[in-house]
Nanobody
Framework: QVQPVESGGGLVQAGGSLRLSCAAS????????MGWFRQTPGKERVFVAD???????YYADAVKGRFTISRDNAKNTVYLQMNSLKPEDTAVYYC?????????????????WGQGTQVTVSS
Protein backbone atom coordinates (compact mmCIF):
# COMPACT_ATOMS: atom_id res chain seq x y z
CA GLN A 1 0.00 0.00 0.00
CA VAL A 2 1.12 3.54 -0.65
CA GLN A 3 1.83 6.04 2.13
CA PRO A 4 1.54 9.74 1.23
CA VAL A 5 3.54 12.42 3.04
CA GLU A 6 2.71 16.09 2.43
CA SER A 7 5.05 19.07 2.60
CA GLY A 8 5.19 22.68 1.50
CA GLY A 9 2.53 24.30 3.65
CA GLY A 10 3.06 27.62 5.36
CA LEU A 11 1.92 31.20 5.79
CA VAL A 12 1.33 33.37 2.74
CA GLN A 13 -0.39 36.67 2.04
CA ALA A 14 -3.58 36.85 0.03
CA GLY A 15 -2.79 36.84 -3.67
CA GLY A 16 0.35 34.83 -3.15
CA SER A 17 1.31 31.30 -4.17
CA LEU A 18 2.38 28.05 -2.57
CA ARG A 19 3.25 24.65 -3.95
CA LEU A 20 2.41 21.58 -1.94
CA SER A 21 4.17 18.29 -2.51
CA CYS A 22 3.10 14.78 -1.66
CA ALA A 23 5.69 12.04 -1.74
CA ALA A 24 4.27 8.53 -1.78
CA SER A 25 6.22 5.53 -0.57
CA UNK A 26 5.57 1.85 0.03
CA UNK A 27 3.64 1.06 -3.11
CA UNK A 28 3.55 1.46 -6.87
CA UNK A 29 2.70 5.12 -7.12
CA UNK A 30 1.86 5.05 -10.81
CA UNK A 31 -0.98 2.60 -10.19
CA UNK A 32 -2.94 5.10 -8.13
CA UNK A 33 -5.00 8.14 -8.84
CA MET A 34 -4.15 10.92 -6.40
CA GLY A 35 -6.14 13.67 -4.80
CA TRP A 36 -5.95 16.68 -2.53
CA PHE A 37 -8.51 17.53 0.13
CA ARG A 38 -8.66 20.28 2.74
CA GLN A 39 -10.22 20.70 6.13
CA THR A 40 -10.87 23.57 8.52
CA PRO A 41 -11.68 23.17 12.23
CA GLY A 42 -15.17 21.89 12.86
CA LYS A 43 -15.88 21.20 9.20
CA GLU A 44 -15.72 18.17 6.98
CA ARG A 45 -12.78 17.36 4.80
CA VAL A 46 -13.61 18.52 1.28
CA PHE A 47 -12.30 17.69 -2.14
CA VAL A 48 -9.88 20.05 -3.88
CA ALA A 49 -8.32 18.29 -6.87
CA ASP A 50 -7.66 14.89 -8.40
CA UNK A 51 -5.33 13.47 -11.04
CA UNK A 52 -5.60 10.03 -12.56
CA UNK A 53 -2.84 7.78 -13.81
CA UNK A 54 -2.83 9.29 -17.27
CA UNK A 55 -2.76 12.87 -15.97
CA UNK A 56 -6.41 13.80 -16.40
CA UNK A 57 -7.29 16.39 -13.77
CA TYR A 58 -10.47 17.37 -11.95
CA TYR A 59 -11.06 20.33 -9.63
CA ALA A 60 -13.52 21.63 -7.14
CA ASP A 61 -15.26 24.76 -8.40
CA ALA A 62 -13.78 26.80 -5.53
CA VAL A 63 -10.22 26.34 -6.82
CA LYS A 64 -10.72 25.95 -10.57
CA GLY A 65 -8.47 28.32 -12.48
CA ARG A 66 -6.27 29.02 -9.43
CA PHE A 67 -4.93 25.60 -8.41
CA THR A 68 -3.11 23.07 -10.57
CA ILE A 69 -2.52 19.43 -9.68
CA SER A 70 0.27 17.50 -11.36
CA ARG A 71 2.25 14.34 -10.83
CA ASP A 72 5.75 13.03 -11.48
CA ASN A 73 5.67 9.24 -11.51
CA ALA A 74 9.46 9.03 -11.68
CA LYS A 75 9.62 10.84 -8.32
CA ASN A 76 6.51 9.21 -6.82
CA THR A 77 5.23 12.70 -6.12
CA VAL A 78 2.06 14.69 -6.71
CA TYR A 79 1.96 18.48 -6.51
CA LEU A 80 -0.62 21.14 -5.88
CA GLN A 81 0.32 24.56 -7.22
CA MET A 82 -1.86 27.16 -5.54
CA ASN A 83 -2.01 30.66 -7.00
CA SER A 84 -4.09 33.73 -6.20
CA LEU A 85 -4.61 32.43 -2.70
CA LYS A 86 -7.48 33.74 -0.62
CA PRO A 87 -8.00 33.74 3.16
CA GLU A 88 -10.76 31.17 2.66
CA ASP A 89 -8.14 28.75 1.30
CA THR A 90 -6.75 28.50 4.83
CA ALA A 91 -6.96 24.85 5.88
CA VAL A 92 -5.03 21.69 6.53
CA TYR A 93 -4.38 20.11 3.15
CA TYR A 94 -4.32 16.35 2.79
CA CYS A 95 -2.99 14.16 0.02
CA UNK A 96 -4.66 10.83 -0.66
CA UNK A 97 -4.49 7.87 -3.03
CA UNK A 98 -7.36 5.94 -4.59
CA UNK A 99 -7.94 2.98 -6.81
CA UNK A 100 -8.12 4.40 -10.34
CA UNK A 101 -11.47 2.66 -10.92
CA UNK A 102 -13.12 4.39 -7.97
CA UNK A 103 -15.09 7.62 -8.11
CA UNK A 104 -12.91 10.71 -8.22
CA UNK A 105 -13.71 13.46 -5.79
CA UNK A 106 -15.56 11.25 -3.32
CA UNK A 107 -13.81 11.10 0.01
CA UNK A 108 -14.80 7.45 0.44
CA UNK A 109 -12.83 6.53 -2.70
CA UNK A 110 -9.49 7.47 -1.20
CA UNK A 111 -7.95 4.70 0.86
CA UNK A 112 -4.54 6.07 1.83
CA TRP A 113 -4.09 9.44 3.49
CA GLY A 114 -1.22 11.61 4.59
CA GLN A 115 -1.04 13.52 7.87
CA GLY A 116 -1.74 16.89 6.32
CA THR A 117 0.07 20.20 5.98
CA GLN A 118 -1.19 23.56 7.23
CA VAL A 119 -1.78 26.38 4.77
CA THR A 120 -2.60 29.80 6.20
CA VAL A 121 -3.49 32.75 3.98
CA SER A 122 -3.47 36.14 5.66
CA SER A 123 -5.58 39.06 4.48
Amino acid sequence: QVQPVESGGGLVQAGGSLRLSCAASGGTFSRYAMGWFRQTPGKERVFVADINRSGTTYYADAVKGRFTISRDNAKNTVYLQMNSLKPEDTAVYYCAARNPLSTRGSRASYNYWGQGTQVTVSS
